[in-house]
C-alpha cells in the first residue's frame, strides 16, 4: 500500500471567479477550525464529528461572496441542458454550494442525482394528506441515495492521493462505495454484519469489485473495527461522518427545492439510522434560506424503527443532550443501527427546523412499503418508514391535512427482493411473535399464482382478481 498522504481541507478553486466555494472544516463541538483533519475524521482537539462550511457566507446572506440567489436559481437550471459530465451531474450541478476539487482534478461521477419528485395519490389518501410526494432517492445509478455523497467524497479521496477507500455498512454505502471507487480507480474495502445485509446490496459491492468482509458483529462493532483499522492502515474512511459525504447528499434537498420551484413543503420525513442524511438536507435546507434561494424551512422530520430508536428515546428521554444508544434490531436491515454517529448534528437540524422524531413498528414499516408500491412507486424497507411514521405525525396533529409533505425513499425497492417476496408470500412475520398481528397485511398481499399453462386457468384468475376491490 501507499504511505498515506495527509487529509487537507485545501480545496482550491475550481474556478478563480469563485472565491466563494473556499471551504472549511470547523468542530461541530468546539468550533475549532481546522487545516486537516485526522484519519478517522473527527476534531483533533475534542473528538467530535467535523462539518464543512463557507465563511465567505456569512456576510450579507452570501451577496458579499458574489452568490446571488437568483442568478443561482437560473445557472443550476440551464446546466440541465449542458453536455459536460459535471452539469449532468444533478451534484456537481450544484457546485457552488460544494467544496471545489483543486484545478487539474476531476470528480468521479455517474451522474448521480437527478432523481424524480412524484405525486403519491394513494398513499396520500391513506395517510390523509391530499399533498404528498415522494423524492425517490432510490433513483441515483446504485439504487440508493449514498450515491449524492460518495461522488464528492469519492473525489476529495482520489485527490488526496489514497489508494484504499473503505467503509462499515448495512448495505448501500459499501455498494455506493465500490462503484465509485472503480469508477475512480481505487480499490475499496466493505465491512458490513454477517448475514445482515440484503443480498441486492451485498452483490452489488461484490460486481463492483470490494474486498468484502462478513464481521461476526453488527453494524455498530463493524464501526468500531474500521475506526481501529483506519487509524492502522492507509485507507480514507468513506462512512457518512466524511462531512465531504454529506456534502454531496445535501443536494437532494436542494434540487427538492428546486423541483418544488423554491416553495418550500411544509414537512420533509426522512428514515433516520446513522443520522447523516438527515443531517446532511437539514444543513441544505439551513444554506438555502441564508443564501436567500428560500425564505421558508420545510420541518424536517426523522422516523426510525422501535426496535432501532435511539434518537427517539435520545430526543425523548434527554432533550437531545446525551445519546441513548440501543440494542438495534429491525428488519428495516439498512437502519439496523443503534449507536448513530450524526446524532448531535440531526439534533441540531430537528430543532433549527422544528421538525420532530416518531418511531414505526414492524408491521407498520411492511403495510407502508406495500402501500407505496401500490402507488407504482416502490422503496426498501427503511425508506417506509416515511410513510409509516407521517400517518402517525397526521394522527397526533402534528402534520396537518392542509400541508404539503415530501417522503424521502432512500432506497430502491430491487435492493431487498427477499423482503418483499416473503411479505406478499404472507410469511415475512411467520415464526416471530409478531405472527397473529400480521393478520392486517393480508389485504395487502400479492403472492404469485401458481397455474396450469391454460388460457381457461389464466381468465378464470383474471375474473377472480376483478371481483376483488382494487383499492387497499
Ligand atoms: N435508508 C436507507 C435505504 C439506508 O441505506 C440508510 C443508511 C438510511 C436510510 C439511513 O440513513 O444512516 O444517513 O441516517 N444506510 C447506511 C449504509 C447506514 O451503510 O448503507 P442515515
Known sequence: MRPLIEMTNQTTILDPKLEQTVSQLRCIECGAVHKSASRTLRCPSCGDLLEIIYPAWKTSGGR???????????????????????DQSGVWRFREVLPALASGHEAITLREGNTPLYEMPRSARIAGVPHLYAKHQGMNPTGSFKDTGMTVSASFARQEGFRWVACASTGNTSASMAAYAARGGMRSLVLIPDGKVSWGKLSQALDYGAVTCQLKTDFDGCMRVLNEVVERMPVYLLNSINPYRL?????????LLEQCDWQ??????????NLGNSSALGKAFLEMRELGLISRMPKLSVIQAEGANPLVRTV??????????VQAETMATAIRIGHPASWKKAV???????????????????????????????????????????????KQGFVKPSETVVLVLTGHLLKDPEFTLKFHRGDLFSGT??????????????????????????VKTLEQAETLADEP
Open 316 to 325: 425523548r428521554e434527554t432533550s437531545g443532550k446525551r445519546l441513548i444508544p
Open 348 to 394: 441540531r437540524v430537528l430543532e433549527a427546523t422544528g421538525g420532530t422524531v416518531e418511531q414505526v413498528s414492524e408491521i407498520e414499516i411492511a403495510q407502508a412499503k406495500a402501500e407505496i408500491g401500490a402507488d407504482g412507486v416502490g422503496c426498501e424497507p427503511a425508506s417506509a418508514v416515511t410513510l409509516a411514521g407521517l400517518k402517525k405525525l397526521v
Open 64 to 86: 458579499a461572496a458574489g452568490l446571488n440567489a437568483s442568478e443561482l436559481k437560473a445557472l443550476w437550471r440551464q446546466r440541465r441542458s449542458s453536455r459536460a459530465a459535471v
Open 264 to 273: 418550500s413543503p411544509d414537512h420533509v420525513i426522512v428514515p433516520g439510522g
Open 433 to 458: 411473535p409478531l405472527e397473529s398481528q400480521a393478520a392486517i397485511l393480508a389485504a395487502h398481499e400479492r403472492a404469485p399464482i401458481v397455474l396450469d399453462a391454460s388460457a381457461d386457468a389464466v
Open 247 to 255: 456534502e454531496g447528499q445535501k443536494t437532494a434537498a436542494i434540487e
